[in-house]
Every structure is written in C-alpha cells, then in structure tokens.
C-alpha cells in the first residue's frame, strides 16, 4: 500500500516568489493536513482539508493557502515567499474523523534565498 | 531577527537499556495523543497513541503513560536498539477539531552500541 507522497521533495525559490506543494494522500484517505517544520518554531499546523472543504487553519499568514481535489489530493500555495518560510512541510493524511491511520509524508524542503 | 533553534532535550541511553521519554502537554481538554518518530531526512513516523480515557497503552516494545493531573505523557522503548536513534515528538489533539495536532517540540534519542 503507497505511503502518503509528496512532491517536489526539494525546492529552492527566490523571495517575492511563490510556490505550489503537492501531496497525494493514501488510498481511501480523505483528510488531508498541513504542516511547516523549522529549528526554530518545531512542527507547527496550517491547515486540514476534509471532502475538498478546508476544516481546521492554524495562526499562519493568508500568504498560505490550500485545496483540496476531489481525488483527496492537495496542494498547499505560498506567495510573495519570505526568507523564514524556509521550512520542511510535511502533509498527513487519514481515513477521516477520529485520527484513524493519521500518516505523514516525507516532506518537501523549501529553501528561500 | 534571526530565529533561534528549539533546544531540543537530549537523551543517550546504551543498547539494550530501557528508554523513557517524556512530554508535558499543554491543554487539560486534549483527548487524544500520539508518540512520532522522527529520522533525518524523514517524515514523522507513527509509534503509539493513547486517548484520554486511559492512563496506558502497550505496543511492541514500547508502553506510553499518560498522567492527566500534571498533563503528562511518557513514551517507554524496552531493549534500546541503535535503529532507535531518532527524535521523538508527543502530540495532542483537542475534541472535535478534526486532525490539528499540537507537537511537542521533541527529544533526541541517541543509543550508544
């Protein structure tokens, strides 16, 4: 059974751009969560979808934004990148209610130089 | 400013020694936790989880303890193995909040063969 993916697994981009991350979730899982990973702040929460309708946000700028498609698939956006966005995000995913199977993907490395 | 690192408490313990790690939570109404694994370069890793209702959970090799008076948690690895080296997180997630989990920010298990 595939884990959780996420893609790209590296990325360096320039500050004032922006970024788009991917994330499939496992088969059958249909929750979908966001986290950003830094030495300084540690593993911190973005956002949650659930059925293509975001569920949960964490205290994050509206630079970050999420989707959520009707294969369970998301993707997470950052515009208008900042040096501190530089960070491990790592995607989640679960069959639905009640954390059930709740798995994390290996993360993607955005640098912002 | 520059953001400083997390100090991340430290824990080195000799192969085949029992390990206990522990975590303070942060909110009394949290009703349901989990211990991660953390590897370089990786994704957290599911070990154990415990809800509210009990004050104790055993796995393979390992037990986690939960102590709502002084919202404590411990994670009890037996029979240390260097493939446990890794950083270890408790998380905590409150009643009807779907998959928004609060991380704890970590220990780092080093096993000396």
């Known amino acids: 059974k595939a884990g959780v993916t996420q893609t790209p697994r590296y990325l360096i981009k320039t500050r004032g751009q922006q970024v788009t991350l991917s994330c499939s979730p496992i088969?059958?899982?249909?929750?979908v969560s966001w986290y950003q990973q830094t030495p300084g702040q540690g593993l911190q929460f973005l956002f949650e979808?659930?059925?293509?309708?975001?569920?949960n946000k964490g205290n994050f700028p509206g630079r970050f934004s999420g989707r959520q498609f009707s294969n369970s698939r998301s993707e997470m956006n950052v515009s208008t990148l900042e040096l501190g966005d530089s960070a491990l995000y790592l995607c989640?995913?679960?069959?639905?209610?009640?954390?059930?199977?709740?798995?994390f993907g290996s993360g993607t490395r955005l640098t912002v130089v | 400013g520059e953001s400083v690192g997390l100090h991340l408490p430290t824990l080195s313990v000799q192969e085949g020694d029992n390990s206990i790690i522990n975590c303070a939570y942060s909110?009394?109404?949290?009703?349901?936790f989990i211990w991660y694994k953390q590897e370089s370069g990786k994704g957290p890793q599911f070990i154990i989880d415990?809800?509210?209702?009990?004050d104790k959970r055993q796995g393979q090799r390992v037990t986690v303890l939960l102590n709502k008076t002084v919202k404590h948690l411990s994670l009890q690895i037996a029979a240390t193995q260097p493939g446990d080296s890794a950083v270890y997180f408790c998380?905590?997630?409150?009643?009807?909040?779907?998959?928004?989990?609060?991380f704890g920010t970590g220990t780092s298990l080093t096993v000396i063969p």
């Open positions: 989640a995913s679960s069959l639905a209610n009640g954390h059930y199977g709740y798995t």
């Open positions: 088969s059958g899982h249909r929750s």
């Open positions: 979808y659930f059925s293509e309708t975001q569920r």
């Open positions: 909110n009394s109404a949290s009703d349901y």
């Open positions: 415990i809800r509210s209702n009990m």
């Open positions: 998380a905590e997630t409150l009643p009807n909040t779907g998959n928004q989990f609060y």
